[in-house]
């Protein structure tokens, strides 16, 4: 069965820009989650989504937001970009939330320059 | 403020060789450890565990929960090069808020 897809893999935007990012998670799995991934700080959360409601959210500001569709694929969406935005954004899908295990995409590699 | 702390950051040792990697945790309403490892962008999944004193084995890979002591460690017996990659830690809690992941392990295995 095909995996978590993501897309763009590669991203380079302008500083001030906006940004989605798209994620279709494994069929079946209602749960899709977003992190970022920088050297410094690791992996962080972003945010989770179930059936279409977002469930939680990380300590990121507001220019981070994202959504769900009925079919369960996910978008992210980055405002007013920052040099620091700069990062590997990992999408990740399971059947119940992030207790019972993810599947991850290869991720966007976004660069703000 | 929940913390997931990987030791040591990086490892280098020889094909064959047996390895174990640490991760403490401070989480306030636990309910899950995972363990993935991370070659180039997508971690893949290892295990999860969620009791304590049962080991999970894959293979060559082990890994066991201390719920007392707040640890969990991973095994990798008769290293290959193969394994090498980040290994990384994550602690889920009770509800929707995500997993709290430690900074890795960078494993190097020469040959």
């Known amino acids: 069965k095909a995996g978590v897809t993501q897309t763009p893999r590669y991203l380079i935007k302008t500083r001030g820009q906006q940004v989605t990012l798209s994620c279709s998670p494994i069929?079946?799995?209602?749960?899709v989650s977003w992190y970022q991934q920088t050297p410094g700080q690791g992996l962080q959360f972003l945010f989770e989504y179930f059936s279409e409601t977002q469930r939680n959210k990380g300590n990121f500001p507001g220019r981070f937001s994202g959504r769900q569709f009925s079919n369960s694929r996910s978008e992210m969406n980055v405002s007013t970009l920052e040099l620091g935005d700069s990062a590997l954004y990992l999408c990740?899908?399971?059947?119940?939330?992030?207790?019972?295990?993810?599947?991850f995409g290869s991720g966007t590699r976004l660069t703000v320059v | 403020e929940d913390k997931v702390v990987q030791s040591p950051l990086s490892l280098v040792v020889h094909e064959g060789d047996t390895v174990t990697l640490n991760c403490s945790y401070e989480v306030t309403n636990f309910r899950s450890l995972l363990w993935y490892k991370q070659e180039k962008k997508a971690p893949t999944f290892l295990f999860m565990l969620t009791s304590s004193g049962i080991e999970k084995k894959s293979g060559r890979l082990s890994s066991i929960l201390d719920k007392k002591e707040l640890f969990s460690i991973l095994n990798i017996t008769a290293t290959q090069t193969g394994d090498s990659a980040v290994y990384l830690c994550a602690v889920g809690r009770g509800g929707a808020d995500g997993l709290t992941f430690g900074k890795g392990t960078h494993l190097i295995i020469q040959p």
């Open positions: 069929s079946g799995h209602r749960s």
């Open positions: 990740a899908s399971s059947t119940y939330g992030s207790n019972y295990g993810y599947t």
